[in-house]
């Protein structure tokens, strides 16, 4: 059992959810159809996905050709990825995003789809640079962007705030340039997925 306090945290959380988060992903299909967009997913790339959940970014992007491994610290999720995978040419991995297993520059993309606001602060800038530091060219977040007029923002933070982990509302409440900025990253590309999420394509 692990003695890592975020870690332990993360596999409770999602093991509640692990059964109905296919629903949950079903829902904001638009949102993950953005992010690949942004991606380009296309044979002869090779992408990692961090934070790959249930797989709902790498096998989109592994069924357009490119050579696709997803990592998560949850493996009752990745049980589900594999499940769905079939015989799509996807890897997935049992791995702590603060502490990859590759060499640098391995890949030539990275993505974080809604993860980073399951993090604690501190573990998105460390999970932020060693994305950087196994990928050649880009990086692509995907994650919550509530909207600015405060009524909405408020209404819209307290519903999802019920249904998401502790550290959501900070997530939010910062928003995700000022952690890229921190994390010693340049936004390239904003793409906002109405109301609710944004993606950000990311110059290393």
């Known amino acids: 059992m692990t003695t890592d306090p975020y870690i332990a945290y993360t596999h409770r959380f999602f093991g509640r959810w692990v059964g109905v988060y296919d629903l949950f992903a079903r829902s904001i299909a638009p949102a993950y159809r953005a992010a ?6 296309r044979a002869g790339r090779s992408i990692l996905d961090i934070c790959t959940g249930t797989g709902e970014i790498a096998l989109r992007c592994a069924r357009q050709g490119a ?26 991995e ?21 993860g980073l606001h ?6 998105r ?10 990928t050649r060219e880009r990086l692509v977040i995907l994650d919550y962007e509530l909207p600015k007029q405060r009524l909405p923002g408020a209404l ?7 249904f998401e982990s502790a550290y959501f509302k900070g997530f939010v409440r910062e928003g995700a340039p000022a952690l890229l900025r921190e994390a010693g990253l340049r936004t390239v590309e904003v793409k906002r997925v109405a109301p609710l999420f944004s993606v950000h394509g990311v110059a290393l």
Do not use: Q
């Open 156 to 162: 819209l933070l307290w519903l999802v705030g019920m």
């Open 36 to 41: 690949v967009r942004v991606i380009e997913p």
């Open 67 to 92: 050579e696709v491994t997803g990592i998560d610290v949850t493996p009752a999720m990745l049980a589900k990825a594999r499940k769905k995978a079939g015989d799509l040419p996807v890897r997935f």
């Open 118 to 123: 399951d993090m604690p602060r501190r573990v």
């Open 94 to 114: 049992v791995m702590d995003a603060r502490d990859l297993a590759f060499p640098d520059s391995s890949f030539d993309l990275a993505t974080v789809s809604f």
């Open 125 to 134: 800038l460390e999970v932020l640079r060693e994305a950087a530091r196994v």
